[in-house]
């Protein structure tokens, strides 16, 4: 199933998709196996927003066999891990802000895990337990400033730079799936899921020894070859087969306080 939250005359919802419409379910059934439905919207009369609102979202850095190569860098022996605040986190048609202080933002598309419960500990065979579903994300770079700080907190952490989205899909194996980017309709990244040097269930073994991860964080699981900029203007299509297609534009500045 494809989970999703929006908003309608002012009200935040909850639903699944099916063939362009919007199955509305109660908020405490989102996610569940058989959720009831108790409305029926149109996707044009509603704003689709993240799927999920999460604490923390955890992202790998090179994490694809290709993007190493393609860096000529070493396999890491263990996953390179850092943070993204949910305050970066936008949803589906949102816009991504430009930021002023930065000349070289970047795109990057990458398969998503959200966590269904609490896990602390968890060893990678029960991973899929704590698994949701899988969902598209764009983990947004001022790869300037990355190479200036010397780490990563304030080239991941701008207010838009983790585009999630537009669904939460419940069906789909992570393991061999296509995942790509456009950016102004052009193919930039084009890869396999297969390619990961570290699966999602190692993944979430390997975080959930680091920190506990509670229900509706975000797991982002790297990003394949072909990263590079965008600038304002452009339009991003980030897809993972079977999961589904997240599109957002790139504005220097659109902020309403």
């Not at 202080?101 to 065979?125: G, K, T």
């Not at 730079?161 to 084009?190: A, H, M, Y």
């Not at 394949?224 to 297609?245: C, K, L």
């Amino acid at each position: 199933m494809k989970f999703l939250r929006f908003m309608k005359d002012g009200r935040l919802l909850h639903g699944f998709t099916e063939n362009r419409r919007i199955l509305e379910i109660r908020k405490e059934e989102y996610l569940s196996d058989n959720p009831e439905v108790i409305a029926e919207h149109s996707l044009d009369d509603v704003r689709i927003l993240p799927p999920v609102s999460p604490s923390k979202v955890v992202c790998v850095g090179l994490n694809y066999r290709d993007h190493a190569a393609e860096l000529g860098m070493d396999i890491p022996d263990e996953p390179i891990i850092f943070l993204k605040p949910p305050t970066t986190v936008i949803g589906p048609g949102d816009t991504v802000i430009y930021p002023e202080m930065s000349s070289e933002v970047d795109y990057e598309v990458e398969l998503a895990a959200v966590v269904s419960e609490r896990a602390r500990r968890v060893d990678s065979s029960a991973a899929s337990e704590f698994i949701a579903g899988y969902t598209v994300l764009n983990d947004v770079t001022a790869r300037d400033l990355q190479r200036r700080d010397g780490q990563w907190t304030r080239a991941k952490s701008f207010d838009t730079f983790c585009p999630i989205g537009p669904v939460i899909e419940t069906d789909v194996t992570p393991d061999n799936l296509d995942i790509s980017l456009k950016l102004n309709g052009e193919v930039r990244q084009s890869s396999n899921t297969s390619n990961m040097i570290f699966t999602v269930h190692e993944l979430l073994e390997f975080i959930s020894h680091v920190m506990t991860l509670e229900p509706g964080d975000v797991i982002a699981t790297g990003t394949p070859p072909g990263v590079g900029q965008m600038v304002p203007g452009d339009t991003v299509r980030a897809t993972v087969e079977g999961v589904g297609t997240l599109v957002n534009r790139v504005e220097r500045s659109v902020w309403m306080d």
